[in-house]
């Protein structure tokens, strides 16, 4: 079995020191850490999301599953991480208030960090007020918030209604991401953009910031 397929497998199996030890031996075999990230974390954790879908495995399972999936991102995070580049702007990240989900949010953090951007992490859970004060107090140029859940998508457009009743819209742009946004979404509750995965998000705040100078 080759090695991605192997860490896609015992990420499933919620075995974290297995996915550190396959992740450390596909770095040494020169495997490209996104293809490490692509082929092997994020669709192990995606075959994660068809069978909770499909309840055939429970919540335990999922979360031991996200474990390994850290363990694994641990050791690519300084590879997606260079040191000592200059800052091109900060950045507010967070999941929305409701929601707990925070890999993929982290995963946009990281990228975003490897681009040269200061990224403030909010975490998860973030109230409307906690994105915007944070904003204001860090002089950041833009918001991103993350949500896994339908029930939580409103609290986004809470967040840009408070940011233009504070007269903050257009200074400090919103970008918006997770699973079950979409475009669409982004347009009808007046966030700037709609990033749909880690790379995607790079491209869309860098778009924003060249916007906001
Ligand atoms: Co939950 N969960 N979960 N869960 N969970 C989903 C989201 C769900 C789709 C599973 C399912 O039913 N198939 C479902 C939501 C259904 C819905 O709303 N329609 C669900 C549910 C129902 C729940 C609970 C309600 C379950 C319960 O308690 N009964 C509960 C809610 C808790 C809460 O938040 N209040 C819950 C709990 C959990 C765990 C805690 C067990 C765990 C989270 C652990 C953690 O994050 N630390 C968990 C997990 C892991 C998942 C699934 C399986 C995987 C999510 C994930 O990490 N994907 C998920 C099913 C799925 O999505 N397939 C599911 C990998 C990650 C890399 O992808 O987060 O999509 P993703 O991020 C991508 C893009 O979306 C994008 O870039 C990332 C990289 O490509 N992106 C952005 C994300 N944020 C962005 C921001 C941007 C730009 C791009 O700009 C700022």
Not at 186 to 206: H, K, L
């Amino acid at each position: 079995m080759d090695l991605l397929k192997e860490i896609l497998e015992h990420l499933q199996h919620g075995d974290d020191e297995k996915v550190t030890a396959l992740t450390k031996k596909a770095l040494e075999e020169k495997i490209q850490p996104k293809d490490i990230l692509d082929k092997g974390l994020i669709a192990g954790m995606n075959i994660i999301g068809e069978k909770y879908k499909a309840h055939e495995i429970f919540l335990p399972d999922v979360l031991l599953a996200a474990k390994a999936m850290y363990a694994g991102m641990d050791l690519l995070k300084p590879l997606f991480i260079q040191e000592g580049i200059p800052t091109i702007g900060k950045v507010i990240i967070g999941s929305v208030h409701g929601d707990l989900h925070d890999i993929g949010k982290n995963l946009v953090g990281i990228m975003l960090k490897g681009a040269g951007f200061e990224v403030i992490n909010l975490g998860n859970n973030v109230t409307p007020e906690k994105f915007i004060e944070t904003a204001q107090q860090e002089n950041a140029a833009v918001i991103g918030m993350s949500a896994l859940l339908t029930t939580t998508m409103p609290v986004m457009k809470r967040v840009v209604d408070l940011l233009k009743e504070k007269g903050l819209s257009g200074r400090i742009k919103i970008i918006i991401g997770g699973a079950p946004v979409s475009e669409e979404f982004a347009q009808e509750i007046g966030a700037d953009a709609y990033g749909y995965d880690s790379v995607n998000a790079v491209e869309t705040v860098t778009r924003l910031m060249s916007k906001s100078r």
